[in-house]
């Protein structure tokens, strides 16, 4: 079983990136998705989640208009859509994928099973 991310990489601020996640092991269609990220020093945080069935979604504020999470069920592959990069977009961005996830659960560090190693985002101003 294995989430690994690729697509990082340096960009100027306003630029864009997609994030992919190619899972193996396992079949994405019944997982609840997320992709995280974290800054040196600080905790991981949840930015783009969404259910098995993309009945319930979740975005921080931050990235709101601007990040897109989406999956390829086809391809067991997740995506992280990120346009208008800001500088303080800048963390290493992890995928994440959950069997049994609620609401509240998917938003959470421990709420996913299974997790992808991080991917460097580095927006430069």
């Known amino acids: 079983v294995q989430l690994q991310a690729f697509g990082g990489g340096l960009v100027q601020t306003g630029g864009s990136l997609r994030l992919s996640c190619a899972a193996s092991?396992?079949?994405?269609?019944?997982?609840?998705i997320g992709w995280f990220r974290q800054i040196p020093g600080k905790e991981r945080e949840g930015v783009s989640c969404?259910?098995?069935?993309?009945?319930?979604?979740y975005q921080i504020d931050s990235v709101k208009g601007r990040f897109t999470i989406s999956r390829d069920n086809a391809k067991n592959t997740l995506y992280l859509q990120m346009n208008d990069l800001k500088p303080e977009d800048t963390a290493v961005y992890y995928c994440?994928?959950?069997?049994?996830?609620?609401?509240?659960?998917?938003?959470?560090?421990?709420?996913?099973?299974?997790w992808g190693k991080g991917t460097q985002v580095t927006v430069s101003s």
């Open positions: 092991g396992f079949t994405l269609d019944s997982y609840a």
């Open positions: 994440a994928a959950a069997q049994w996830a609620t609401t509240e659960t998917m938003t959470r560090n421990d709420g996913y099973d299974y």
């Open positions: 969404i259910s098995s069935n993309g009945g319930s979604t």
